[in-house]
């Protein structure tokens, strides 16, 4: 059966460097029959400003937000893939805020009992991958940090394509090396 993998694009750039590594990627998953959607968060329409905490997804059987809104049938989605990308531009050492409003919103997709101190979720066995770029070769590993302790946590296996030096947005537009790496990673998911 095809692999289904969702991307969860996060910069607010059209045809920037996260574009351009989503579209390689995308090419060579798809090059080896993966069935691939690509979902841009900064263009979905929120009915929140992120998580905000309200902790009803914790009270009720199903692993999904009650906040209804574009985001919602995101995250019932990566619930459903067998691997979910995150990409992103390097903020500030961290990811762009477009991206964690999506994100934050993964609790749901979590159950906690914190009396019995277990948790259990439909993330657990997936892949989860990192694809992010940066201006400078400073900051990507700490990016990359937070992206791999969350798939240990839930039990996913992880996997990054990290772009230093990737200058400002399109600028790797004409840069084969990147290209040819961006499609490896696609092919080899
Ligand atoms: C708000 C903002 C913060 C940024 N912070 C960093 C940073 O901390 N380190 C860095 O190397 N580049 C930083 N950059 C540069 C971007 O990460 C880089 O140009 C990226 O490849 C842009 O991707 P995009 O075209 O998809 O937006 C920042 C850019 C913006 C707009």
Do not use: H
Not at 136 to 161: C, N, R
Not at 176 to 183: F, G, L, Q, T
């Amino acid at each position: 059966m095809a692999k289904k993998i969702l991307v969860i694009s996060g910069s607010p750039v059209k045809g920037g460097n996260t574009d351009l590594l989503v579209k390689w990627f995308a090419g060579g998953a798809r090059s080896k029959g993966a069935k691939v959607e690509i979902v841009r968060a900064a263009f979905l329409k929120y009915g929140a400003n992120g998580c905000i905490s309200c902790r009803a997804c914790q009270k009720i059987a199903k692993y999904e937000c009650v906040i209804n809104d574009e985001a919602k049938p995101v995250l019932a989605k990566m619930a459903q893939v067998d691997v979910i990308v995150m990409a992103t531009p390097l903020y500030f050492y961290s990811s762009s805020a477009q991206l964690k409003l999506v994100m934050d919103r993964m609790f749901s997709l979590y159950k906690w009992d914190n009396k019995a101190g277990t948790m259990a979720t439909p993330l657990k066995g997936k892949t989860f991958a990192l694809i992010a770029s940066a201006f400078e070769d400073v900051g990507l590993d700490t990016l990359e940090k937070s992206f791999a302790i969350t798939a240990d946590y839930s039990g996913m296996k992880f996997k990054s394509l990290l772009v230093p030096n990737a200058g400002e947005s399109g600028d790797i537009k004409n840069n084969s090396a990147i290209r040819r790496k961006a499609i490896a990673f696609g092919r080899n998911l």
